[in-house]
């Protein structure tokens, strides 16, 4: 979904300026003793004589809280799903880490581990790195704000710009207790802050999503929300530290592992969050003590080295292929091959080379990240992988 608004990532770009307008019948100016309001109590005492007393009642008053409370951010990265972005909150010991990472930063990049150090978020980068399998960088964002339209399965993110100037324009109808306020931005939004509860965005209509048709959906608003614990979000629970036990997962034939045609890394993430949810409903009790771990499952992909411009088969294969549904002649073309490569004696010992190298060089990034780790290693093989 595009979202229209401007360059993301407000770390790197000056805050553009916003127009404010009041749309309440308050006065343009409110004196500063509405700011704060105070109720002050006189006590009158009656001058009939020196001798004459007067009695006066204490009351214990708590100090009111503040108007305004600062916004808790939470840390979210980016990953595509079916041709859309998707943002994904991190576990909130990972958003944690980050966020003591970004305050205690200098001008120097920092790194630092998540998901159960699988990956790397370079923190001013603004960019989360795979460590153990090949895999594009995703987007990063610290998020305080978020939106949601009518047909929206989830909150979005705003950029982290455009969530500063929401918060600012937040914190002055806070505690000015000035609500109604129409906030114009360079970028054609308009947001309008009617009270804490009621906050709505309008597009204008050149920035409207291309598949929205009929007049009556461009004029739908978004729902706006401030801080991740208004919205439904279902930020995971974080992950043990002590590993008990190594786990190599090797595919089968071809570049998909199930009837999804989804990937070796995606069927591997399904496999370790089951065995994550086990663990937590089975042996509960045992992790609180500390006397059960996690079990770690890492992927290993053969089927690429086999693939690539090093055997030349699959460009033979692509001039010989009918262009009429593609996708399915692409998957049997790759699939075939694996079988022929499996009983040809010299591709055979290829895939059984590689997928030695590939456990290998695993292992010792593993070691490498996990000194501590003495638990078991084993390795699981799936159809021809087995």
């Not at 007393?53 to 009111?64: G, I, K, R, Y």
């Not at 153990?132 to 979005?156: A, H, I, L, N």
Request: glycine share 6%.
């Amino acid at each position: 979904m595009s979202e229209g608004l401007g360059p993301e990532g407000g770390h790197s770009q000056p805050a553009p300026t916003i127009t404010v307008q009041d749309l309440s019948d308050r006065p343009a100016h409110t004196p500063l003793d509405r700011i704060t309001p105070v109720e002050q109590v006189s006590g009158v005492v009656e001058e009939t004589s020196p001798s004459s007393t007067s009695s006066f009642e204490l009351v214990d008053m708590e100090p009111a809280p503040p108007l305004y409370q600062p916004v808790q951010p939470h840390w979210f990265y980016c990953r595509r799903v079916d041709s859309k972005d998707v943002w994904l909150p991190f576990s909130r010991e990972d958003s944690e880490r980050l966020e003591q990472a970004l305050s205690t930063a200098g001008e120097e990049e920092v790194v630092v581990a998540v998901e159960g150090e699988r990956y790397d978020v370079r923190v001013r980068e603004r960019q989360r790195y795979a460590v153990y399998w090949e895999q594009g960088p995703s987007e990063v964002r610290r998020c305080t704000w978020f939106y949601k339209g009518d047909k929206d399965t989830r909150y979005m993110p705003y950029p982290e710009e455009f969530s500063t100037n929401l918060e600012e324009a937040y914190m002055i109808a806070v505690t000015l207790d000035e609500w109604k306020r129409k906030l114009d931005f360079p970028s054609g939004e308009t947001v309008i802050l009617h009270n804490p509860k009621l906050i709505m965005q309008y597009q204008p209509i050149t920035l409207q999503d291309e598949w929205v048709s009929s007049p009556s959906e461009q004029t739908r608003p978004r729902t706006v929300k401030r801080g991740v614990d208004n919205i439904t979000a279902e930020i995971p629970d974080g992950e043990p530290e002590t590993i008990d036990h190594l786990v190599f997962m090797v595919h089968g034939i071809g570049p998909a592992c199930d009837i999804r045609f989804r990937s070796i890394i995606q069927c591997v993430n399904d496999f370790r969050s089951a065995s994550l949810s086990l663990l937590g409903s089975h042996y509960r009790r045992g992790q609180e003590e500390g006397r059960v771990g996690r079990v770690e499952f890492l992927p290993v992909n053969w089927h690429s080295a086999l693939h690539g411009d090093a055997t030349g088969v699959d460009e033979d294969i692509q001039r010989i292929t009918l262009p009429s549904i593609s996708r399915l002649r692409h998957f049997t073309n790759d699939t075939l091959l694996d079988l022929f490569f499996y009983n040809s004696p010299t591709y055979c010992q290829t895939i059984v080379d590689t997928v030695a190298s590939e456990v290998n060089k695993l292992h010792s990034l593993f070691k490498h990240r996990h000194p501590e780790f003495t638990g078991a290693v084993s390795v699981v093989g799936h159809s021809l992988g087995s």
